[in-house]
């Protein structure tokens, strides 16, 4: 017993310092997103046949030079579209991140107020993006492409949008897991060589945990879920400190956002995410403008440029399911995701998120003895 204590603790010693040199050796700025096909700003702004941004709109964001965006988006993933934008556009970006359910309260807080600082705010969450516009912490406002979405997209007269889904699934660490011997399926994880290596969020972390949850339990029955429990999984209050703790090969194999392997993978991290053969979860990420954005042209801008067909590709090469129906899977680290119409994406519909999302966490609390 003490020799394989020992060889074990010998792997992940090993393989976290693997990660560190790799982390080391890696360049300071990590490009997933390339340029665009063709960019014109002599009429506006054109980015691959589309005008994003007329003469006189473009004219005005750009002597404004920046916007403030508010966000619960995933940070280096957020960071990775900014870093696109302003490559396109010049136009800074001010980011301030919170978790979803922090961002909420900082919203409602300083609309309450009258002093809410965001030009634009991102978030997940159906419920908390009601919450804002309830409150009147967005404006209705329609993006040139409005006409051409549908009503799972534009929300509310433009007061707020969908923009893009990541998908969540479940990955492995590469250091320590041969791919032979990796999980293929969500079965697969309830083989007992598995037990205490692997990991979840809780239910309540978030939209993403809710909907990956309202997905197992739905494609994969209770009883799935009891499984899960009963091998001992590390527990996470968020899907970043889980996706460090799989990097640093503190846990084999555990859920995880298909964008966040994607970033941690190109940042030497050794990670790879697995298309189970029942399906994966997807969440939602909706965009509004603020009804007194202190920059309401570059706002305006960067409202259209998400909804561009150029946004759908920057999301979809972080690895996100862009809202427009017409966009292509992403292809993430050389896999094909499978498209919408195969079934194997479920997005978690904001009505049944609602319609079950306290018994859903009610449930999981009970079988996984958790104490939020």
Request: charged residues 20%; contains cysteine; glycine residues 8%.
């Amino acid at each position: 017993m003490k020799n394989i204590r020992k060889t074990v603790t010998t792997m992940v010693a090993t393989a976290v310092l693997a990660v560190t040199a790799g982390a080391c050796s890696a360049p300071t700025t990590v490009t997933l997103v390339g340029e665009a096909e063709s960019l014109s700003t002599t009429a506006g702004l054109v980015i691959d046949g589309e005008t994003v941004a007329d003469s006189d709109l473009f004219a005005k964001a750009k002597a404004e030079g920046s916007l403030s965006l508010y966000s619960g988006y995933v940070e280096n993933s957020e960071k990775e579209v900014i870093k696109a934008f302003t490559q396109d556009t010049g136009i800074k970006v001010n980011l301030v991140r919170l978790v979803p359910n922090r961002l909420l309260e900082r919203v409602l807080s300083e609309q309450g107020a009258n002093k809410l600082g965001a030009d634009v705010i991102r978030t997940s969450e159906y419920s908390s993006v009601s919450a804002m516009n309830e409150a009147g912490a967005f404006t209705p406002y329609k993006v040139p492409n409005f006409d051409q979405l549908d009503e799972t997209v534009a929300y509310e007269n433009g007061s707020f949008y969908r923009v893009f889904d990541p998908a969540f699934t479940f990955a492995y660490n590469t250091a320590l897991v041969s791919e032979a011997d990796a999980p293929k399926s969500w079965q697969d994880l309830l083989d007992p060589k598995w037990k205490g290596k692997i990991g979840t969020t809780q239910v309540g972390a978030g939209g993403s945990s809710a909907s990956l949850v309202r997905f197992q339990l739905d494609a994969l029955g209770e009883d799935y879920l009891r499984g899960y429990a009963a091998q001992q999984p590390r527990i996470f209050d968020s899907s970043g400190a889980q996706q460090e703790s799989l990097s640093r090969g503190e846990i084999l194999v555990a859920t995880a956002v298909v964008s966040s392997v994607n970033i941690a993978s190109s940042n030497n991290a050794p990670v790879k995410f697995v298309v189970p053969e029942e399906g994966f979860a997807l969440y939602d990420y909706f965009l509004g403008m603020t009804p007194e954005a202190q920059h309401p042209a570059a706002a305006q801008v960067f409202m259209n440029w998400n909804l561009s067909k150029r946004g759908a590709s920057v999301f979809s090469q972080i690895g996100e399911y862009p809202a427009d129906s017409n966009a292509p899977p992403p292809v993430v680290m050389d896999i094909q995701l499978p498209a919408i119409d195969t079934g194997l994406p479920r997005r978690g519909m904001p009505e049944d998120l609602a319609r079950y999302g306290k018994d859903d966490q009610a449930i999981w609390n009970e079988i996984f003895g958790y104490i939020g």
